[in-house]
């Protein structure tokens, strides 16, 4: 129905519907019945995301401190995190 729709309203990127047995090279996984491949869209890993953000920052030298829990934000022209043991600024 989705396919139909995009369609029926001109949509320009290519959609390709695929069987329970194409998914599996798309997905891993063998639990689909089947899918739908729009190239008009997009998806994200948010951990994965997250990951390489946090990889990337340590490479240009930031400290990451875990399990550090936010209590306050103070925004402005510099931003102020606040933690139950600290605070850190950015610009």
Known sequence: ED?????????RYETRLLQA????????????VGGLIDMGSGHLHPLNLALGEAAAARQLGAKLFEQSAVTRIDYGREVKVHTARGSVRAK
């Open 3 to 11: 396919a139909s729709e995009l369609r029926s309203l001109s949509y």
């Open 21 to 32: 047995n194409e998914m599996h090279s798309v997905v891993g996984s063998d639990r689909y």
